[in-house]
């Protein structure tokens, strides 16, 4: 036993004495060749990604897409949850903005075929938002965008919920993009 403590005890003193040695001023380090990553992180909207996510945000008092670059397309929460967080900086800086912080409470989507059901909760009842129809729009154009989407329909406490369309009207059945093309930019 005390041979393997004395071995241990060498190997310990032997690694230990390895390193890089210790220069008595800093010197200056040359850089090798090539792109660096910026500082911060790359997040969804790294140009790098090999499929596109679109996220509707407003733009203008109108619905817009962004496009992020993403490796592989998120499950439909997910995608709903980037479009919660808001836009990016670089979607910021472009005028993006969202209508859905005070004006519409997520508490979870599910998929029934290819219908999303989204569940809200009720908002209080001063939030000084007027834009749920945005707001609205926003799940709406964002969440069919996907392949596996082709509706979405909102629900509160387990029943139909009458959301704004673009055309200002009320709906409990389920929509498409086409209920807010009002609000979207000719193109």
Same mark, same amino acid.
């Given at each position: 036993?005390?041979?393997?403590?004395?071995?241990?005890?060498?190997?310990?003193?032997?690694?230990?004495?390895?390193?890089?040695?210790?220069?008595?001023?800093?010197?200056?380090?040359?850089?090798?060749?090539?792109?660096?990553? !910026? =500082?911060?992180?790359?997040?969804?909207?790294? %140009?790098?990604?090999?499929?596109?996510? =679109?996220?509707?945000?407003?733009?203008?008092?109108?619905?817009?897409? %962004?496009?992020?670059?993403?490796?592989?397309?998120?499950?439909?929460?997910?995608?709903?949850?980037?479009?919660?967080?808001?836009?990016?900086?670089?979607?910021?800086?472009?005028?993006? %903005?969202?209508?859905?912080?005070? !004006?519409? !409470?997520?508490?979870?989507?599910?998929?029934?075929? !290819?219908?999303?059901?989204?569940?809200?909760?009720?908002?209080?009842?001063?939030?000084?938002?007027?834009?749920?129809?945005? %707001?609205?729009?926003?799940?709406?154009? =964002?969440?069919? =965008?996907?392949?596996?989407?082709?509706?979405?329909?909102?629900?509160?406490?387990?029943?139909?919920?009458?959301?704004?369309?673009?055309?200002?009207?009320?709906?409990?059945?389920?929509?498409?993009?086409?209920?807010?093309?009002?609000?979207?930019?000719?193109?």
């Amino acid at each position: 036993m005390s041979r393997r403590l004395l071995a241990g005890a060498l190997l310990v003193g032997l690694l230990g004495g390895c390193g890089v040695p210790v220069d008595e001023e800093p010197r200056r380090v040359q850089p090798p060749p090539g792109s660096f990553p !910026t =500082t911060g992180t790359a997040g969804p909207t790294a %140009a790098s990604g090999r499929v596109t996510e =679109t996220l509707c945000f407003v733009r203008e008092d109108r619905l817009d897409r %962004a496009v992020r670059r993403v490796d592989a397309l998120p499950g439909v929460d997910v995608h709903l949850q980037h479009l919660l967080a808001g836009p990016a900086a670089g979607e910021r800086e472009a005028g993006f %903005a969202s209508a859905l912080p005070g !004006t519409v !409470t997520v508490a979870g989507v599910r998929m029934n075929g !290819t219908l999303a059901e989204v569940d809200v909760r009720a908002a209080g009842e001063e939030t000084g938002r007027s834009d749920e129809v945005l %707001a609205f729009g926003q799940i709406v154009c =964002t969440l069919t =965008t996907r392949s596996d989407v082709r509706r979405v329909s909102f629900r509160r406490d387990g029943r139909p919920l009458d959301v704004p369309r673009g055309d200002g009207s009320l709906s409990r059945d389920p929509l498409g993009a086409a209920d807010y093309a009002p609000l979207m930019p000719v193109r």
